[in-house]
């Protein structure tokens, strides 16, 4: 269950860390159904070929039976060796299939997920006090409860097979092996089958009931997705600080070129836009700066220190510190009145006359 206060869902970091540690939402039920589905194809596809097999291998002891008591204690060890070679051929794919089976059904649920943390040796694993809140746990609960329900569920369906199957039972008497083993193979496929399905529905609500409690126990609270939040973006004091001195370091670099303008456009201490040409490099005037208010203000004084041309154009002057960006060309709707005041720069520069000159 969700631990008081933990109402947000896991992100998926803490999801991440969560499998790193090898915990999962995963149903061994699953995985034993998967293995008997696995096993029920496997048996149909192999139990004809044990059987032959056997059938081949005991005829032919059956046949030397005479020469086996002759034989000596080198000779029995020898039949014996072969006898038990003879089941594991005949029985060992089925095995091998069940285990795979089981293998592969756990990994679909985890992804094919190891991790050394789930496997590793932990102290707190011998703590008994642990041992008894696990065992009388409201997950031990339902884990009882559900193995309760499948042992009454398999042992219904077994009596209920045998109640329909013991009438053919008493006839195997009159029958040779080879038909006996045969009829015998087809009821525990049936029974097999019948057993899988009834317990698929289980094997569901089970895989569920993990993945609900799964999902309970990684839940987070507020301040915990904050805490992440703070480690994964930054914590926004100290990112604020970093915008803060950002912005002081591109204002003072902005400032060491406004002594390389060409002109000011101000409005009048409102906002203040410097503005630069370079004929045979730029397409058009850039602004190299801009400011407002007490930013205008430095702007406007560091231009007259440096002897640049100030000029007022209220319109203009917004205009270009609304639309343009940084070292930004200004935009075609501004060539004609831009050329006009570079015009006047020029001819400023020229006679070598101040500002207030211009009319």
């Not at 696995?38 to 056997?54: D, E, G, H, M, Q």
Request: proline share 3%; with cysteine; aromatic share 12%.
């Amino acid at each position: 269950m969700a631990q008081e206060g933990k109402t947000e869902k896991a992100t998926p970091r803490r999801r991440q860390e969560q499998r790193k540690e090898g915990r999962v939402a995963k149903s061994q039920d699953v995985a034993l159904v998967g293995s008997l589905f696995v096993v029920f194809v496997s048996i149909r596809f192999f139990v004809p070929y044990a059987i032959s097999f056997v059938r081949d291998y005991y005829s032919h002891i059956v046949a030397n039976l005479s020469s086996l008591s002759d034989a000596g204690l080198f000779g029995q060890r020898d039949f014996l060796f072969k006898a038990l070679f003879c089941f594991f051929v005949s029985a060992m794919p089925i095995v091998f299939i069940a285990a795979l089976g089981g293998v592969l059904w756990s990994g679909v649920q985890t992804r094919f997920l190891f991790s050394w943390k789930a496997v590793s040796f932990k102290f707190s694993n011998l703590n008994p006090l642990n041992g008894f809140k696990n065992m009388f746990s409201l997950k031990s609960f339902v884990k009882l409860l559900f193995t309760c329900v499948k042992m009454l569920i398999v042992g219904f369906l077994l009596y209920k097979d045998y109640l329909k199957s013991a009438q053919s039972f008493v006839k195997l008497i009159d029958v040779d092996l080879l038909s006996g083993a045969q009829f015998l193979g087809k009821e525990i496929v049936r029974i097999v089958f019948n057993l899988c399905m009834a317990l698929s529905g289980i094997a569901l609500i089970d895989y569920l009931y993990t993945w609900w409690t799964f999902e309970k126990s990684i839940m987070m609270t507020k301040q915990e997705i904050k805490d992440e939040y703070k480690q994964l973006e930054g914590n926004p004091q100290i990112k604020g600080q970093i915008r803060r001195r950002q912005r002081q370091i591109a204002q003072a670099r902005m400032m060491q070129m406004v002594p390389k303008a060409d002109v000011v456009i101000r409005n009048p201490t409102h906002c203040a836009v410097a503005l630069k040409y370079e004929q045979g490099k730029d397409a058009a005037p850039k602004v190299i700066a801009k400011g407002q208010d007490v930013m205008a203000l430095k702007i406007i004084a560091i231009a007259e220190e440096n002897k640049v041309l100030v000029t007022e154009n209220r319109e203009l002057a917004w205009f270009l510190y609304r639309k343009v960006k940084i070292d930004k060309a200004i935009p075609a709707a501004a060539y004609k009145i831009v050329a006009e005041i570079f015009v006047w720069v020029y001819t400023m520069k020229e006679r070598r006359l101040q500002p207030d000159q211009y009319v």
